[in-house]
């Protein structure tokens, strides 16, 4: 069955430090993966997807397809960063449908 | 920029109540979806469309309904309102379907409390 486990509900960092979100997925195919992040009072958006190979905000993530992660990193962590991440998945029916499946949420506290 | 707007950002029911959430889109997107946002949870599915008055169970379904009778508006309808529907409920829309999968936008959710 496809699934999306994010390990940490909480991640707590100081300002500056590096940031490891950590998701894992489980899906026999090529899956779409995705970063998805809500700010507080502010409604859930996309933070970046697997296929385009881009940087936002200075997040990056990679697909390591051996170990099915998706990890979101950034190098030094800035206060507002603070928000509540969600990895999300989607297998070849999300093509059809784009149907997504999320992880239960890390969320991500940077203090000063 | 695309909009996704919701009914109500809160609301109070009794248990037993008929409750409708509303959800409105206005860059004519074909897929709408339906989730229930709950603390350690996550987002879970609870109904999607992908055209007019076309509809499809996501994975928790009980207890609920929908209704797309027109593209741009998905209404969820709780028939019966029970304590455990308790929740914040996320709307959001996507665009087409087939290719990569797009990005879903994502309305400021309602937040119902059950008595």
């Known amino acids: 069955a496809q699934r999306v486990t994010q390990p940490e509900k909480l991640l707590s960092v100081f300002k500056g430090a590096p940031v490891e979100l950590k998701c894992n997925y489980s899906y026999s195919g090529s899956p779409e993966l995705f970063w998805y992040v809500q700010y507080s009072r502010q409604r859930l958006q996309l933070l970046l997807r697997?296929?385009s190979r881009e940087s936002i905000k200075g997040f990056t993530a990679d697909l390591n397809k051996g170990e099915t992660s998706f990890h979101l990193k950034k190098p030094f962590a800035q206060e507002e960063d603070s928000a509540m991440y969600y990895c999300?998945?989607?297998?070849?029916?999300?093509?059809?449908?784009?149907?997504?499946?999320f992880g239960t949420g890390t969320l991500l506290a940077v203090q000063p | 920029d695309v909009k996704v707007t919701q009914s109500s950002r809160y609301l109070v029911k009794r248990t037993g109540e008929k409750v409708f959430l509303e959800c409105v889109q206005d860059?004519?997107?074909?897929?709408m979806f339906w989730y229930r946002q709950d603390p350690g949870l996550g987002l879970r599915l609870i109904y999607f469309?992908?055209?007019?008055?076309?509809?499809e169970k996501g994975d928790i379904p009980e207890g609920y309904s929908v209704s797309r009778e027109k593209k741009e508006r998905f209404s969820l309808i709780l028939e019966s309102a029970s304590t455990n529907q308790t929740s914040m409920y996320l709307c959001?829309?996507?665009?087409?379907?087939?290719?990569?999968?797009?990005?879903?936008?994502f309305g400021p959710g309602t937040r119902l409390l059950v008595l």
């Open positions: 999300a998945l989607s297998g070849a029916w999300g093509g059809a449908t784009n149907k997504l499946i």
């Open positions: 959001a829309s996507s665009k087409g379907k087939g290719g990569s999968v797009k990005t879903q936008y």
């Open positions: 860059m004519d997107h074909e897929n």
């Open positions: 697997h296929i």
């Open positions: 469309s992908y055209d007019v008055k076309m509809k």
